[in-house]
């Protein structure tokens, strides 16, 4: 198993969301909150970083709510090892806002760039850069919202244009990477990286299919991510493991380095 660095840890622990086109980032010394209208999900929309007194916790909240307020968006707490106060948990309950009612605790894993991850031999397999149109686009986003129980994406003029918003500001971005596979030209599965180099890559959304499962898809997608992220010069992968995904990440040599728990608040919708 390739060594983990120091650093690799600190980057997966430490990373923040950044600003980019089609993300807002409004940022304290008390907390951040990040905002995608176009991707309005709990998870892209969020609160983290929280380190206030106990005494300014409720006031805290109310402010973040303040904030969100008339958005619409759906909004997912962030809660580390290193959030104050340590009791924010009860505190957000107490003001209507529930654990995540999926994967509501999640692991912090890392993978060093040196691990030797070899895609499997699936045949028909092709995997495809998902932004390079908004036909591949909408298979990926498709493919994600089958594999993790979702609505499917909707065929609705606006919600079209905002996927295609999210495709374009992606590729603004520059950093960022969208998979789809194919198994015989159907789509099987669709995965997102976000390249920091030197620090490392942030992977997420990797799904497959139900029908392709145990093929080895979501193992061919990993092991192209991480070849990206060599050849991009960062120092290996980091991603939030779930119930389905921290299992199957641990086999192929990710290991943990911290935690994250999710709490659900609907207040803004």
């Not at 106060?85 to 060093?112: I, Q, Y």
């Not at 850069?129 to 003029?157: H, K, N, P, Y």
């Not at 590729?171 to 198994?183: H, K, Q, S």
């Amino acid at each position: 198993m390739a060594a983990v660095s120091q650093a690799l840890i600190d980057f997966a622990n430490g990373q923040r969301p950044l600003a980019a086109p089609g993300v807002e980032i409004i940022r304290t010394d008390r907390y951040q909150i990040t905002l995608q209208p176009d991707f309005p999900a709990p998870g892209p929309n969020s609160v983290t970083w929280v380190r206030c007194a106990p005494g300014q916790a409720d006031a805290l909240i109310h402010e973040v709510h303040a904030a969100i307020a008339g958005r619409g968006l759906p909004v997912m707490w962030i809660v580390g090892p290193e959030t104050e106060p340590a009791d924010l948990a009860e505190r957000l309950m107490a003001h209507g806002v529930r654990p995540a009612p999926k994967d509501p605790e999640v692991k912090v894993m890392v993978l060093p760039v040196e691990a030797p991850l070899q895609a499997p031999r699936i045949a028909g397999l092709e995997i495809r850069d998902a932004l390079a149109d908004v036909t591949l686009f909408r298979q990926a986003d498709a493919v994600a919202a089958e594999a993790f129980g979702s609505d499917l994406a909707d065929d609705a003029r606006g919600q079209i244009q905002a996927l295609e918003r999210r495709r374009l500001n992606q590729l603004a971005a520059g950093n960022r990477r969208v998979l789809l596979a194919t198994v015989d030209g159907e789509p099987a599965g669709s995965a997102g990286l976000t390249l920091l180099p030197p620090g490392g890559a942030i992977i997420n959304g990797g799904a497959v299919r139900p029908r392709f499962r145990s093929l080895g898809v979501y193992r061919a997608l990993l092991a192209t991510r991480l070849a990206i992220a060599r050849r991009a010069g960062a120092a290996g992968l980091a991603v939030w493991g779930g119930d389905m995904s921290g299992p199957i990440l641990a086999r192929v040599g990710f290991v943990q380095v911290g935690w994250r728990h999710f709490y659900l608040d609907t207040t803004a919708i």
